[in-house]
């Protein structure tokens, strides 16, 4: 198969689909790789990486679209990529459609096959395409909230960690999964008073049985989240259902309630956002301000620590991607129900239905798109 790795054109973004290690994986295994030139720069891999690698460098994004049987990609497909697509062609690369009408017509309108690594699964139940890349944004949330809170930025002017006689900045955490375990760890970390919130009683026993001296857990009940929100100086939204979109945990009313100046930063705002006055932002102007509440809610946080998040999700995805390779998008979604579970897309089709109830739309089965 013919693998095409086109550079990222979403403002700020850094990172890549393939990393060299990854394509000279695909050629040893008798693919042929065509990465875009200049493609890996902002992670720091350079046009030699890829040759010496044994793929080809072509000079533009439409000579890679229009080369490769299967795209590699970090995020959604822009407009302009878009109508590069051909029926027939895989697309696999993180999508987020559930909040994108827009991008999901110009997907089935295409014909090409999409593959969403954010709803591919495992067998314990997690998301292993999601995993590193929310390690990644729960790691750098307290970090940009902290940014956020100072008084230059708009902030309420807090430390996180106080000083003698001072006490901490206090965070509260929605949601104890892959995210919000990690933000809650560096938040603690940097010496905040930390509460993660959650609605699994037995992740809060988990995170209480491995954390409990760290951080505290709390049930996410509707009525005790804006309590502890209204002592809050940051909040971190960390909420995710696969594939949907992000319900909305903070309203607008509810922003008059919290702290003047305190940090609001959604991490799930690649699903919609989980506060109702969240919209995305870039690195480039990554701030604004709401009654008073600075949110920070960039679509693409790992972007900012591009070469850390580009290797971390190319050993995530390689396997798959060699799969897909080596079998064809039917055979190994056939031979393994996990990497099923990211089809999106098919020849003008939905095949996902969380996706399908978000948009109001019908869609197939997976299944019924393999046997079509």
């Not at 720069?41 to 793929?55: K, L, M, S, V």
């Not at 807090?158 to 006490?167: E, F, Q, T």
């Amino acid at each position: 198969m013919k693998i095409g790795c086109p550079k990222e054109i979403k403002p700020q973004e850094f990172r890549v689909g393939m990393t060299p290690n990854a394509a000279y994986e695909a050629v040893n295994k008798g693919h042929e790789v065509v990465i875009e030139a200049g493609a890996g720069i902002g992670a720091g891999f350079d046009d030699a990486a890829y040759t010496d690698a044994g793929a080809t460098i072509l000079a533009t994004a439409q000579e890679v679209f229009d080369s490769a049987d299967m795209i590699v990609k970090v995020k959604e497909p822009q407009a302009v990529e878009r109508k590069m697509l051909r029926e027939g062609q895989i697309l696999f690369t993180y999508l987020h459609l559930a909040p994108d009408p827009e991008q999901t017509k110009d997907l089935m309108a295409s014909g090409a096959t999409c593959i969403a690594y954010e709803t591919v699964t495992d067998r314990n139940g997690g998301l292993p395409l999601l995993a590193p890349m929310s390690e990644v944004a729960g790691r750098l949330a307290p970090q940009v909230g902290a940014w956020t809170l100072q008084k230059a930025n708009g902030g309420r002017g807090v430390l996180m960690g106080g000083v003698p006689g001072v006490g901490p900045a206090r965070v509260v955490v929605i949601g104890g999964g892959v995210v919000g375990t990690h933000a809650a760890r560096i938040a603690a970390g940097m010496g905040a008073d930390v509460t993660v919130l959650d609605r699994s009683l037995p992740r809060l026993r988990y995170l209480d049985d491995i954390y409990g001296g760290v951080f505290n857990t709390s049930y996410a009940s509707a009525g005790n989240t804006i309590e502890l929100a209204r002592d809050a100086d940051m909040i971190i939204g960390a909420v995710l259902i696969p594939g949907a979109a992000a319900p909305k945990l903070i309203s607008r009313a509810q922003l008059s309630e919290l702290k003047p100046g305190a940090a609001l930063v959604d991490v799930a705002i690649d699903q919609g956002g989980c506060f109702e006055t969240s919209k995305a932002t870039t690195h480039q102007d990554p701030v604004y301000e709401v009654d008073g509440i600075m949110h920070y809610c960039v679509a693409n946080m790992p972007g900012a620590v591009a070469r850390t998040s580009t290797i971390a999700l190319g050993n995530a995805t390689m396997p798959f991607m060699l799969a897909l390779a080596d079998k064809g998008w039917k055979q190994a979604c056939a031979d393994d129900p996990h990497l099923k579970a990211g089809l999106n897309v098919h020849a003008g089709q939905l095949t996902y239905a969380a996706v399908a109830d978000a948009l109001g739309m019908e869609a197939i089965t997976a299944d019924q798109a393999i046997a079509g």
